[in-house]
């Protein structure tokens, strides 16, 4: 019975998640957003008794990814940078 | 207009998606046969209590081949596009360049080197008690790679390309992917079909257990940790150290 | 008590087709590369939610016999290998559309979708 609710409540809240953060455009405060997001996936395996797969998703959804989106933010903002100091030398 | 032809399409899609979910059952009564069969001959026959791993590596293992292939594909494709290209040069001291990263603070410092050793300790861990526990192969692959990520978020790149020289991680993950192959191929030399577990299976629940499962457990374990070191290098070296000539001097 | 089951029949399947159409929505009406890539990251999450959805058996355990009897009742555990190949696909979509994308700003300076309609020559 508790462990229903505990269902039903994770699956919620991923439902509420997910829109939320389809709904932030901001790419570096949806990083952050994802992480969490991931983390809530999670907690969802887990309670549906799939510990593999929970372990799987903390690593990628949690880590990896956002890793991999910062690296890029990171990126585009340099590549930005020297564009500025390109077109401020012309 | 985007939004509307959104609107419609979705609508199709919700209605196909309700058609085809009332076929279902409902969620909580499972009643599909494969399932129960595995759970019930995976300890007897193949010796390893985790189910879903001995799906993974044994039962399943040619998908689990070509998802390996996948990832190593994808590591290639990701080193392919983000090598220094013909207009660009590389800097020379990366570190004293006054619009790169901050150097970090020593309490940053402590943490993440105190975390590298118990990191590197947990995912070898989970490699190999992949066939009792939950775990195996890509978990514990994934866990062992996020130590060398410690090292640089420490703050110093010449510490992480250290830690990490780009021909050690490339042999490795050769030698995780390709002998996830050979040990497929083994089993044809051994007459039998490929894949098949030829090793003796041992004791339940004691590490050494369950054949070619422990075996293929490790190696993806160093494929994965190996690829995806490589992809961060890649990314970092891009980022830190390779810029477009004549933007800098 | 059944009600409360009756309504985890159908929720599982709900939310997944929820996740898909808010991934969706924020692909359709996306201005920004990233922001396109982490939605497609949230679609691809709404087929784990089916899949586990699928293989789950009310008061089941997980499927690892370290501590329970071989016979007792537990979840199904195909569908949480194919949720787990799943997972590393994702990854590696992401990774490509993340170095994609980098390469698009780079040669072109914007990140929005709108604005690379036209290939230059």
Redesign the interface.
Known sequence: ?IL??I??WA??L??AA??A???T?A?RD??IG?SF?GLL?AL??FV??????????I???A???P???M??????R??????E??NKKK | MRLILFAVSLAGFAAFFAAGARGLRPVGHYAGPYGDVLNAISVPERHATDVVTAINFDFRGFDTLGEEFILFGSVMGVLLILRQQHDELRKENPEEDPNGPPAASDAMRAFTLALVGPMVIFGLYIVFHGQLTPGGGFQGGLILATAPLMVYLSGKLDEFKAVTSPRLVEIAEATGAGGFALVGLAGLAAGKNFLENILPLGKTGSVFSSGTIFLISVLTGIEVAAGIVLAMQSFLEHALEIMQRGRNG | MSGLEWLMGWMGYAVAIWVFAAGLYGIVTSRNWMHLAICLAVMQSSTYVLLLSIGYRTGGAAPVFADIPVGARAVDPVVQALTLTDIVVEATVLALVVVLAVQIHKHSGTLDPDKLRELEG
Request: aromatic share 6%.
């Open positions: 019975m229903l609710l269902q039903l699956l919620l991923l439902a997910a829109l953060l389809v709904l455009r790419p949806q990083t994802l997001y996936l969802m395996f549906f008794q799939a510990p593999d797969v929970a372990l799987s998703q690593v990628v959804g880590v990896a990814l890793m991999l989106i690296l890029g933010l990171a990126e585009v340099r590549h930005t940078r020297e564009r100091r390109e």
